[in-house]
């Protein structure tokens, strides 16, 4: 039997994730905070706020029509976003009921006593409370510490923009759900797949390794990403060069010889096997227009006197909506007073007004409700700053996990760059979303670089690291406290809610 050098099973050996009781403990304390934060008084303000106007109505058409439907008209509504989002929309909806005063629904099929508004945005506060769940394990799995793992799910569940995208009915926190499961399904596959390697090779069988279900589930969590939001289609790219790089470093730490090309040879039918899941997840968010006449171009082909096939005509139809849609998206230039150019987004240049009230007196006397799509400003400062030191600490160390974290923020970020300098297009902070949780992850590996390495001979440097990060983290806690009524809609004195403006000239208004 050929036994692995020492330091080849160190290289392929993972950190064990299970844990004891004490870290899930932990992480469902979180977990509590996050919850109570998202779930307290979530049907306020009433009424349907910001595009919540479109998601609602659309969930609601899927749950009674199986497509998008204009009520009013009694049409179908042309919508240009995949179903996804909106059919978990609808599953809220489904239970706690649903109403428009633009036409006549009521709530009818509601399975508990729930304000309407608690239906519609029932929904996205479980996906805002799953994602700090799985932060705070992906992040103990990258970093190899309950206390790390903690602290970035505390500082998800305590920002302002992840909290007000939990608490309306957007698509954009089912995105960042979806991107984030399947990093975290991608990392628990390399892991996988490196403990298989160390197996074989201890066994003397060499590093092949079985299937990869985690992979597969991956891609499955992708394709509903991409059925949620076609922007997913960034993160793409990155994801498959991490699974690429993550096999290749590998076989590379278990003595292969052209460790690049053996993952190319061997991982490439299961990349294909992972393209035609996600492509099927995505079809199956169709199934509802698919399967039904009533869809908006359904029958195109049939109307303009083309021949429709069956299932051929109807993907052929499909294809078209694709195409419109694009269009769409691409050439969007509509002003909009809360739109931002990507520049701004983490210096917080300009947050989206979700909701504003001052009933009862003129603007500047009355008491003010507002919602503002605001990242805590004490954490999403700090982002630009850990993304740096992320990147120096990286390239110092040959981390791999700095690496797929720039990787990622950057999927999430430069493509939007593009959109605003060569086509102009309108667009809002909140695009940002699903890259959101790995600028957490950047600062949260800061810290623990400023925490430092264990063992007794670092005792005194984690005290004053392990010191400066609870100060950091405090400061985060006293900030989100500072702004939490702009993230919920509770009513301010105007002179109160002035203060708050720090930026008064980009947050106003």
Known sequence: MLAAPEVTQRRLAPFDPRGNLASW????????????????????????????????????????????????????????HPPLGKWL?????????????????????????????????????????LSVLLMVRIARRLFG????????????????????????????????????ATFGALVVDRDARRRAMLHAITAGTGARAGVPWWRLFAAALFGCAVATKWSALFFLPVLLLLVLWWDAGGRRSA????????????????????????????LASWSGWLLTDDGYFRHYRAANGQSELPVIG??????????????????LQTKHPSQSWPWQWLL????????????????????????????????????????????????ARRDWRAGAILL???????????????????????????????????????????????????ADRRLIGSVAAAAYLVLVVLCFAYFYNLFVGDFLPYADWAKRMWLSNRWNP
């Not at 300009?350 to 990242?375: D, F, M, N, R």
């Open 25 to 80: 403990y932990a992480t469902g304390f979180v977990v509590l905070v996050a919850a109570v934060l998202r779930f307290s008084g979530l049907s306020r303000p009433e009424g349907k706020l910001f595009d919540e106007t479109y998601y609602a109505k659309d969930g609601w058409g899927l749950l009674t029509k199986g497509v998008e439907w204009n009520y009013r008209d009694n049409v179908p509504a042309y919508v240009v």
């Open 89 to 129: 929309i609808a599953l809220g909806e489904w239970a706690f009921g649903y109403y428009d005063v633009d036409g006549d629904q009521r709530l009818t099929g509601h399975l508990f006593n729930a304000a309407p508004e608690f239906g519609w945005r029932f929904s996205v506060a479980v996906a805002g409370t």
């Open 145 to 180: 510490s309950t206390v790390l793992g903690c602290a970035a799910g505390l500082l998800l569940a305590l920002d302002g923009f992840h909290l007000v995208l939990s608490r309306i009915a957007l698509l954009d926190m089912f995105l960042l759900l979806f991107v984030l």
């Open 255 to 282: 003595g292969v010889d052209r460790p690049w090309r053996a993952a190319l040879r061997q991982e490439s039918g299961w990349l294909v096997v992972c393209g035609v899941l996600i492509v099927a997840v995505y």
């Open 314 to 331: 109807a993907l052929q139809n499909l294809w078209h909506y694709h195409h419109e849609a694009f269009t769409f998206h691409s050439t």
């Open 348 to 395: 917080l240049g300009k947050p989206v007004t979700i909701h504003l009230a001052y009933p009862g007196a003129p603007w500047g006397q009355a008491p003010v409700s507002e919602i503002i799509l605001l990242g805590t400003p004490v954490l999403w400062w700090s982002f630009l700053p850990a993304l740096v030191a992320t990147t120096w600490l990286g390239i």
């Open 408 to 458: 990622i923020s950057a999927a999430g970020l430069l493509p939007w760059f593009y959109y605003a300098v060569d086509a102009h297009r309108v667009m809002f902070s909140f695009y940002t979303a699903p890259a959101m949780p790995f600028f957490v992850l950047a600062v949260v590996y800061v810290l623990g670089a400023i925490i430092g390495p264990f063992g007794p001979e670092h």
